[in-house]
């Protein structure tokens, strides 16, 4: 989508055409709806866009990887919402916060490595196995919580969200902290130049001697553990579990992912495009409810920025 | 004789649908066992009758993944043409008119997404995945968490009433398994689509109207949503935002369980009503042996994986 | 008396149902380019594979420098020095040249787990430099055209260095220029004492470039010749078993009626520009050229698979435009290139595929009448001498002969009055291939046009009434009557030397 050296960092030229699709919807939004609403532009909402968007970021960044290695994580959303109910769990039995942490970031990265070795191993079509996936997430968190929400979650797991440090909220360390954590895996290790390879030419990775399944499996792994993580922050927002927390927000990740640039070609990706896909949904959610739009309808334009996104794209690609 | 053993022989697609009503029969012997309240005359009709309402969703369903594709708009579908039908009928009294509207909501989503594949191209995952959230925002926002209830009787008849003692779902999932059989088995059309699924590029090269025949398959699995989501209603008599929500999985199962190949091209009617009746049989025995409700999306969900699993092992032995 | 570097003996390699090597032996010198020769499913594919570790050999023992060695996967066959560069690139388009070179080798920077890579863009720039590539390492691969990223795979080879190295069919897609450059490249290679398996196709590179000559058939080694002495027919002769020309028959007069097909400047977005040519009723004619040289997207442009820029495409007067269906409606039927993945559905029987294109007019109500469909379909493979127990039998079973048969057979129902062939004996066994050109012929003696696109210039030579030669997405002549020959196809289809 951009210039001939994209994936070790991007430049952006001035003609409009080289501008990624992302930045342009980015500003469009906002530019709407500071003009819609006054209070959209202030330092404080901005801030409110950016904390809340970081659950969202931790697991698109992910996401990012497993559709760029040609496969789609459709149990996120639901895994995210087990994850949350699981560290409510232990933090209503245990009261101890690391303990609860632990098995957050466990379950997320089992639930991970499962998906995973079933795509790869069994050598199952990733879209059908994560939605199966779904669904039994679903039904585990129901059944952890027998339906209600997990309330005895103790004081200190609310500070993850609502606490600051050095006057930025916690929530931003986190999303900065993933970010450069995967920016890293993906452009400066092997994993990551695997993953490239995993999309673009598995065959070509095989012969090179290289033990593709394995890398292939992490791939699921790494995105169960982010979810675990960011479930975390989840439970911290609501100070409770409950059982459909993020259900539906595989949605919200996919949609950040293909606005943010990466498609379902051949192994490439944009893991920046995905950070600004992530804000682009963040805004318009932040904005649409400003203006008293509904959770409903804010859903349905998430769609519609889907389609701008990849109308977007097949313009560009054909100019 | 030796040409129908042969055909036997080849006809893989016999050969599953066999294994699968073998199922079928040992579900039922199984729970007959298990408890008493299985094979009782009212438990039967209503499985009957839930494996009906299943069907009728998923028959439409089973044309798109024959192109080797996939709605999953289906379950939304369903949802917003039975809140369409249901505010029609309340506010204009009339039947017709509900039904027409329920029919034609189906019809323009299925539209809506035959033009996200044919003309934008998008993978019919992302386009009915899209479709579906903004359908549900939709709904949610049209219907404004209101319910809707207190239909008339003769509407109801479609959902809950009995002809002979028999629920009229299964009177509707016999006709639309006999129609869709035709069509697919003996309409040209139908022949059309099982290439495209099989071949899209050969399809195409051999001079089939490849666009035109998948923007038929989306268009036919809006419609029967729109058909089926009347029977939901005249059943359930009531209509509020979120009923489509949790018939999408139960469809797809449904396809998948009766063989129909993710990957086009495989499939019968047939199959998803034999999909249909596992799927709701075990789900029922799940209830009847008071198995907690939170387990069901559980259950779907393995049975979807196993059910694709199997198909993939089969004919990766046959050697495909 | 030197070692060989590499020496395979009786190696064999089974799948079910399938020898694809049996008890080949075979082995390269330093220094030496070694041809290998054989039709498609010689076994050629399959060696190279056993070479390079993705598979395994079932039988027999590989020798390098005369120790015994063990090929058991890919790092075992780098450690030996051996390096495959198959036709499909193994290239992961969107990483640069750096990375593509040391895919699966990467350097470890300072901090454990990360990569150096201006280590790895230092070297890949001096491998780049030893091949006169000057191209930014940063560039992603998929940007490259096909003779720069060969190269790319060259420079990946040497980076690893390799002593043997194996070339599929490597000026497949290249152009004249290109070609001479990679000679230049494999010369120098050769006199640094690289081995060189080369696989080709091309008569005029085997005697040129090769030392030696091995051919396989059928997973057998048949023969081994010396390029100084063997000619091209005894090498065909190895490579096929027996004579050729027998297929090739044509005993009938061509009577050629009004103009069936009329390609005015054509042009297409797929790079072919100004096509003008004629088919007539009654006759057969060829179009001719080197692989690349736009023969098949004339073919897609026609039929409407690819858009045309520019130009027109006339059938029987009528201006064509539009999807392929359309075509078929007026009477274009397409025999294309692959019959696997473009000409049959291979889950779907022989019957499903035989009456697919023809649905319309057989069933005008458009309701399906199995009876008359088995009827139809059992006519044609009688008809056709389709080796199948059934109709009801899936075609992927089926030979490459038969498959062959069923994806021309499907245009039998239409009522087809010009049908465009694409490579039609590919891959076909000498068999077979004389029924398909008896096919051929009926259909010509009945009054269908045919257009012939292949690759084989005997088959141009002797089947064809008059032959149009492309090179580089252009027509570069015409040739009828006694000035169509073997040379003049040669030299119209080859750029300016």
């Not at chain 3, 190295?165 to 004249?176: I, Q, R």
């Amino acid at each position: 989508m951009l210039n001939t050296t994209l994936n070790e960092g991007f430049t952006i030229f001035p003609t409009l055409k080289r501008i990624p699709g992302v930045a342009l919807m980015l500003f469009a939004c906002m530019l709407v709806f500071s003009i819609l609403n006054a209070d959209f532009l202030s330092v404080p909402n901005l801030m409110n866009i950016g904390v809340q968007s970081t659950i969202l970021l931790m697991i698109s960044l992910p996401m990012t990887l497993v559709i760029m290695a040609e496969g789609i994580d459709m149990s996120i959303g639901a895994l995210l919402t087990f994850c949350g109910v699981i560290a409510a769990y232990f933090l209503a039995l245990t009261h101890n916060l690391p303990l609860a942490i632990c098995m957050a970031i466990l379950v997320g990265l089992v639930i991970g490595i499962v998906n995973g070795a079933i795509i790869v191993y069994l050598n199952m079509p990733p879209f059908v196995v994560t939605l199966g996936m779904l669904g039994i997430c679903q039904s585990l968190a129901l059944i952890v919580t027998d339906g209600q929400t997990i309330s005895d979650v103790g004081n200190t797991i609310g500070l993850a969200y609502t606490g600051n440090f050095l006057g930025i909220p916690l929530p931003i360390y986190f999303a900065i902290v993933s970010y450069v954590v995967i920016h890293i895996l993906l452009y400066h290790t092997r994993f990551g130049t695997y993953v490239f390879a995993i999309g673009g030419n598995r065959d070509a990775l095989k012969l090179a001697g290289v033990r593709v399944n394995l890398h292939h499996i992490a791939i699921y792994a790494l995105s169960g553990m982010m979810a675990g993580l960011a479930s975390i922050l989840l439970t911290a927002r609501m100070n409770s579990g409950h059982p459909t927390a993020a259900i539906g927000m595989e949605f919200d990740a996919i949609a950040a992912v293909i606005v943010g640039g990466t498609s379902f070609e051949k192994g490439n990706g944009w893991l920046f495009g995905t950070f600004l896909g992530v804000i682009t949904v963040g805004v318009l959610r932040n904005g649409l409810n400003l203006i008293g739009v509904q959770s409903s309808i804010q859903v349905a334009s998430i769609g519609l920025l889907v389609l701008v996104a990849l109308l977007l794209d097949s313009f560009k690609s054909k100019a | 004789m030796t040409n129908l053993l042969v055909e036997l022989k080849n006809s893989s697609q016999l050969k599953n649908l066999f294994f699968r009503i073998l199922v079928v029969v040992l579900i039922c012997i199984a729970l007959s066992f298990l408890t008493e309240a299985f094979f009782t005359t009212n438990n039967l009709l209503n499985v009957l009758r839930q494996a009906s309402l299943l069907f009728l969703m998923a028959s439409g369903l089973t044309l798109v993944f024959l192109t080797a594709g996939i709605d999953l708009s289906v379950g939304a579908n369903v949802g917003m043409s039975a809140c369409v039908a249901a505010v029609v009928m309340t506010t204009t009294g009339s039947t017709a008119l509900g039904f027409l509207s329920g029919i034609g909501c189906g019809l323009l989503i299925g539209i809506g997404n035959g033009l996200l594949v044919t003309l934008l191209r998008l993978p019919s995952f992302i386009a009915t995945y899209g479709m579906l959230w903004i359908l549900h925002g939709l709904t949610y926002y049209f219907m404004a968490g209101t319910t809707i209830n207190g239909f008339e009787k003769s509407f109801r008849f479609i959902g809950s009433g009995y002809l002979y003692g028999v629920p009229v779902p299964i009177y509707i999932m016999t006709l639309f398994l006999i129609l869709g059989s035709i069509f697919t088995k003996y309409s040209i059309y139908g022949q059309q689509i099982y290439a495209v699924g099989a071949n899209p590029l050969a399809a195409r090269l051999s001079g089939v109207p490849v666009n035109r025949r998948l923007m038929l398959v989306y268009v036919l699995s809006g419609m029967t949503a729109g058909l089926a989501s009347l029977v939901f209603l005249a059943r359930l008599n009531s209509a509020e935002g979120d009923i489509g929500e949790s018939l999408t999985l139960p469809a797809i199962a449904a396809v998948l369980i009766g063989g129909t190949s993710l990957f086009g091209g495989i499939g019968t009617m047939f199959g998803t009503l034999i999909g249909a009746l596992i799927l709701t049989l075990v789900l029922n025995g799940m209830n009847i042996l008071t198995i907690d409700g939170n387990y069901q999306a559980l259950v779907t969900g393995v049975i979807i994986i196993l059910s694709v699993f199997l198909d993939l092992f089969f004919r990766r032995k046959s050697g495909s | 008396m030197t070692l060989p570097i590499l020496e395979l003996r009786s190696i064999s390699k089974f799948f079910p149902g399938i020898v694809a090597l049996d008890k080949v032996s075979f082995d390269v010198y330093s220094g030496e380019v070694h041809m290998l020769l054989g039709e498609n499913g010689a076994g050629k594919s399959t060696l190279m594979k056993v070479l390079c570790g993705a598979y395994q050999a079932d039988g027999g023992e590989i020798y390098h420098q005369g120790q015994p060695v063990q090929i058991h996967h890919p790092g075992d066959a780098r450690n030996l020095g051996i390096a495959v560069i198959f036709q499909e690139f193994s290239l992961v388009p969107y990483l640069n040249i750096a990375q593509n070179i040391f895919l699966g080798r990467e350097y470890s920077g300072s901090i454990p787990g990360t990569l150096d890579h201006s280590r790895m863009h230092q070297e890949a720039k001096h491998w780049l430099r030893v091949l006169s590539l000057d191209i930014d390492t940063h560039t992603l691969v998929h940007t490259l055209g096909v003779a720069q990223q060969q190269m790319v795979e060259i420079a990946k080879a040497l980076s690893q260095d390799a002593k043997i190295l194996v070339m599929d069919e490597p000026t497949a897609a290249l152009s004249d220029r290109e070609t001479t450059l990679l000679f230049e490249m494999i010369r120098k290679l050769q006199s640094e004492g690289v081995a060189i398996i080369y696989i080709s196709h091309r008569m005029a590179e085997v005697f040129s470039m090769g030392d030696r000559i091995t051919v396989l058939r059928d997973g057998k080694q048949v023969g081994s010749a010396d390029p100084k002495t063997t000619t091209p027919d005894e090498l065909v002769q190895m490579m096929v078993g027996r004579r050729v020309d027998m297929a090739y028959a044509r005993n009938f007069q061509s009577q050629p009626g009004r103009v069936a097909l009329k390609l005015s400047h054509l042009c297409s977005e797929n790079g072919i520009e100004d096509i003008s040519l004629e088919v007539r009723e009654g006759e057969i004619v060829g179009l001719a050229g080197l692989v690349g040289a736009g023969r098949t997207e004339v073919a897609r442009a026609t039929f409407g698979v690819d858009k045309v820029s520019s130009g027109t495409v006339e059938i029987f007067g009528k201006n064509r435009t539009g999807e392929p269906f359309q075509s078929v409606d007026m009477g274009l039927a397409l025999i294309p290139e692959s019959r696997k993945t473009e000409g049959l559905a291979l889950i779907r029987s022989v019957e499903e595929n035989i009456i697919l294109s023809g649905l319309n007019k057989i069933f005008p109500s458009s309701w399906i009448n199995n009876r008359k469909v088995q009827q139809i379909s059992e006519d044609l493979i009688r008809k056709l001498r389709i080796a199948t127990p059934s109709g009801k039998q899936s075609t992927q079973l089926l030979s490459g002969g038969n498959q062959q048969k069923i994806v021309i057979g499907k245009w039998l129902t239409t009522d087809s009055k010009i049908f465009i062939f694409d490579e039609p004996t590919r891959g076909i066994d000498v068999g077979a291939k004389a029924e398909i050109f008896a096919l051929i012929y009926k259909l010509v003696e009945d009054g269908a046009a045919v257009l012939m696109i292949s690759s084989e210039l005997s088959e141009i030579v002797n089947v064809c009434d008059k032959a149009y030669v492309m090179r580089e997405g252009k027509i570069s002549g015409l040739l009828e009557k006694e000035a169509l020959n073997e040379e003049n196809i040669l030299k119209l289809g080859m750029t300016d030397a």
